[in-house]
């Protein structure tokens, strides 16, 4: 039997996946989710039809959505991932000397099919810093006040129970969360796609916080690849930061070099910001 | 009727175009080639089954081909593309202010079909700068020492009339032809998939020019998006260029820092081209 999956990234456009085996499928309280085995790709994580994460190239979204801001920071002591239940940017997040990372996700199958088929990324709940919150971040962030140091928005497409988490009065909410340098950081989607959602979040970011800045990176599995992150900053400059030239983690994306060239957003994605 | 185009980016993947009309179909002495009007991606140029471009994302890679080699030579005279028979890298080039701009395209009928149904590409053609020869590129080259300034190798994918123009041999024939400040770009297919082919041509590069480096842009309907160039240059290190600040041309995805950026290279592409 010839098995494939295909991703619609719109109507008009797929990207299909041969697939060895469907390893798992539940219909939980929030969305549809599913882990397939892929010829290509490795392991698939699928949420309500739309791949979330391959083996292949998890590392590149995830290094650059927890590396970035962390580095930019310079010494975080506590973090928190809202969303990021299959534990790739927790992973990421600990490869730094952080004192505690928490991570808040809405939906507990996701962690649970991640601990059960994805070893690789779910190693890092069991890290001692580590602390999770089955929860909406949502209502999670307000009880928060000058705690967090950098906050890290790893969520779904803006569609579902992703929605309120390109709000502006969710943006709020994390300014007031994070201390006084605090850095955050949302996965914005791809220009190609979602140039309308990527204006809106970059204009609500520039009006809560004094720096707002985006940065790219290339996940090949994601529709239109390159992809965008947005950065709320309260203190600390993005574009004018120190950025050690010797990186003490491993990576297999992020250089120091990376870093600093990431804000260099291709002339369209600028037009886009800056309507 | 439905109609879907589906492009095998590899056995196990593939990328599928919903068509609104077949424009044309025809087997030239080289290749099969289409061109297909899409929903999402506007018209399409189809060589041997592979997606050349589409009207969506072309800005992309022809603009870093061109651009990233012109602006680091400085002052180009004389500019050669090798290839390119859509006239997409010839448009780019020139908004340079050259001399004379020449085309190699061993295939004719990829030059009428541009003309006859890629109006935006074609346009390059008519430039009183422009000189077009049909015929094979490597044997062209070898007629010329010491002329042209800038050699660019745009290319289809290594298998079929392409794959002498990524041998060594054919390198240091593009050698003898640039002028002492000359710098040649080659397009080198994606890490994703070419890893060994971006290792060995980047080792002959490296071998017969004084400078070699590797250089990215990201072309969303090309097989792992995130695209490399390889560079080779006789006098000029690529990596500590000045850029000007100003761009005077038009551009859609290049600006001066993302010339300066497009350098940086992720780490475990950086593996590829030191092992």
């Not at 605090?182 to 520039?206: H, M, N, R, W």
Request: charged content about 25%; glycine content about 4%.
């Amino acid at each position: 039997m010839e098995l494939w999956f295909s991703e619609y990234q719109s109507k008009n456009i797929k990207m299909s996946y041969k697939i060895k085996e469907v390893l798992h499928t539940e219909k939980t309280k929030y969305q549809n989710l599913a882990v397939l085995e892929s010829e290509e790709c490795g392991r698939m994580l699928i949420l309500d039809d739309v791949v979330q994460l391959t083996m292949k190239d998890e590392f590149i979204y995830h290094e650059m959505i927890a590396h970035v801001p962390l580095v930019t920071h310079g010494s975080p002591e506590r973090v928190l991932v809202i969303g990021g239940g299959d534990g790739g940017t927790l992973r990421e997040i600990l490869k730094h000397p952080v004192k505690e990372a928490h991570l808040v996700e809405i939906d507990e199958k996701v962690i649970e099919a991640s601990k059960k088929f994805l070893p690789d990324l779910s190693v890092a709940f069991s890290d001692p810093r580590a602390k999770i919150f089955c929860e909406d971040g949502i209502a999670y962030i307000k009880r928060f006040k000058n705690y967090y140091d950098v906050i890290i928005v790893d969520s779904t497409d803006p569609v579902g129970p992703a929605v309120g988490l390109f709000r502006k009065e969710f943006y709020n909410d994390i300014f007031e969360a994070l201390t006084e340098k605090g850095i955050f950081v949302a996965q914005t989607e791809s220009p190609f796609y979602y140039a309308d959602l990527l204006k809106e979040v970059y204009s609500s970011i520039a009006d809560i916080f004094p720096y707002a800045a985006v940065y790219t990176a290339v996940v090949p599995t994601y529709p239109g690849a390159l992809w965008t992150f947005t950065m709320g900053s309260k203190q600390i400059d993005p574009h004018n930061v120190e950025v050690p030239n010797i990186c003490n983690f491993e990576a297999k994306y992020y250089t120091p070099s990376i870093h600093k060239s990431c804000f260099s957003i291709p002339a369209f994605v600028k037009d886009i910001i800056s309507k």
